[in-house]
């Protein structure tokens, strides 16, 4: 087993070994989408929100007037997949308000869904630059069965994720580019930030954790360069270049402002011009005031579903999506009297409950290194070393990140739902791949064979729990084995 590198250093890619790295990619990818496609038009109904989503997004096309308590985009895209697949053959149904087939209203979800775990796993690598950890957690996210239901029917999480993440990487590309390539690259990350403001207004955590970062960065590197004025900086130092994310104290207030403020609110915008022009009930202004106050009148209890937020870090409420009880008029030929058909909105259990203990470690990291850095009893050779050290930034990437995305949860009273963690739970998964990962490469074989059980049990724990992400038919006994508490059901 390879032994972990030099401190602060970073593995390159091995041109040899690239055809298999892209070909694990590939294989993410094939995995990602053939789960999401699968049975896509298996249920001709609306499910969940699909009552909302799908009808607002045919509204469009229609061009029939609506109240709706999001910003308009999520539903633009699935509008858009309905427009391309009409005139396509399939069962059909009028529930959305016109014959659609459940298939024309899923299969951008799907789509879109696909392509998360290589975002996810494009983010991992840009931490990193370690081919394992960016195949690692790729993988791993094509085993979450939370993203993977949200992506297979007419809802808009999907959406905002994507956009959110996507919006993250470009920005971590961005911090690697020349300063005139930079501005592009933090531009397009500008655009895709507020793209996922306007699809759900919480969106905007992902811009947020950018901001947290950005002033980390500069305190920093104001710290370190107090540190350097106060000690004869020596080779070991010098032998330590800044890492990627340390670079982010160069960026300018009035980048921050330009193109990570401005750039965001101007898409948020003009994304809303399309909706405008068929909703003229209201103006801009209006709408905003009319979802600020929809968003408030929904109860705590509003929902048989409903969870607060900290229920999520153990996925204590997962969410009801489909189910259907359907009688076996022969139950004499060896065959269930009863079949149950459920889709879950669910996570793996494994993974899900792994990734929230990874980022307790992962606070536990930043609490340890936190203490170094401001302890008197540290040499200043030694703090700058830490903030020169990659795993440092990791660990403050992914902690600004979640915070970001669960914090703002505390203070809403209003009904929430588990896929409201979905933000929040890419960098627990992100952490969990990055502990993983070290692990494997330690030179300790109880630390190699310990993760491997535990990426073996997360394989399992998916398969077992497949048939309710995709709605196989169980008879009663197997659906309620895979109910485990009372309050899954």
């Known amino acids: 087993m390879q032994s972990e590198p030099p401190y602060g250093s970073i593995e390159e890619p091995s041109s040899r070994n690239i055809p298999w790295f892209w070909l694990g990619i590939f294989s993410i990818f094939l995995l990602s989408a053939g789960l999401r496609f699968w049975g896509l038009s298996q249920f001709n109904t609306l499910v969940f929100d699909e009552v909302h989503f799908a009808q607002f997004a045919n509204n469009y096309l229609i061009r029939k007037t609506f109240f709706e308590n999001h910003p308009p985009l999520g539903k633009y895209f699935i509008a858009i997949g309905i427009w391309l697949t009409q005139g396509i053959p399939g069962e059909s149904n009028t529930l959305a308000g016109s014959a659609l087939t459940p298939f024309s209203y899923r299969w951008m979800n799907a789509l879109v869904g696909s392509f998360i775990p290589l975002i ?21 996210a094509a085993l979450d069965g939370l993203f993977l239901v949200e992506s297979r029917y007419a809802l808009i999480n999907v959406y905002l994720v994507m956009f959110g993440l996507l919006g993250q990487w ?29 699809v759900k207004w919480n969106g905007l955590a992902f811009l947020l954790s950018v901001y947290l ?3 980390a960065a500069k305190i920093i590197d104001f710290l370190q360069t107090r540190w350097q004025t106060q000690t004869e900086v020596n080779s070991l130092i010098d032998n330590h270049p800044k890492t990627t994310l340390q670079k982010l104290a160069k960026l300018r207030l009035i980048d921050i402002v330009s193109e990570l403020g401005i750039v965001p609110l101007i898409i948020y915008i003009l994304v809303w011009i399309p909706h405008l022009q068929l909703n003229t009930e209201m103006n801009f202004w209006q709408w905003q005031k009319y979802l600020y106050q929809s968003q408030n009148s929904v109860g705590a209890d509003a929902h048989p579903y409903c969870s607060r ?12 999506y489909y189910f259907q009880s359907v009688k076996n008029p022969n139950p004499s030929l060896n065959q269930v009297a009863e079949t149950y058909y459920d889709v879950h909105a669910i996570g793996n259990p494994i993974l899900w409950w792994l990734s929230t203990g990874a980022i307790t470690v992962i606070i536990g990291l930043f609490i340890q290194k936190f203490i170094i850095l401001t302890s008197n009893l540290v040499t200043n050779e030694r703090k700058i070393l ?10 403050l990437y992914l902690l600004a990140n979640y915070i970001a995305n669960l914090l703002p949860w505390i203070s809403v009273t209003r009904c929430t739902f588990l896929y409201h963690y979905m933000g929040a739970s890419v960098f627990s998964l992100l ?17 190699q064979l310990t993760t491997a059980f535990m990426i073996f049990f997360i394989v399992i ?11 196989f038919p169980l008879s009663p006994i197997e659906f309620q084995s895979r109910m485990w508490f009372r309050s899954w059901y």
């Open 213 to 215: 970062l950005w002033i």
């Open 431 to 447: 952490a969990i791949a990055w502990l993983i990962e070290r692990c494997l490469r330690s030179p300790h074989l109880v630390y």
């Open 309 to 320: 937020w900290y229920t999520w870090l153990l996925m204590l409420r997962p969410v009801g």
């Open 120 to 140: 996810i796993a494009g983010i991992a690598y840009q931490l990193s630059k370690r081919r394992s950890y960016t195949l690692i957690a790729g993988f791993l």
């Open 170 to 198: 470009l920005f971590l590309l961005a911090l690697e580019r020349s300063p005139k390539q930079q501005n592009i690259f933090i531009t397009l990350a500008g655009i895709c930030f507020g793209a996922s403001f306007a």
């Open 386 to 395: 830490l903030v020169r050290d990659h795993k440092f930034w990791i660990v």
């Open 461 to 471: 724990s998916f398969l077992f729990w497949l048939p309710i992400y995709l709605g």
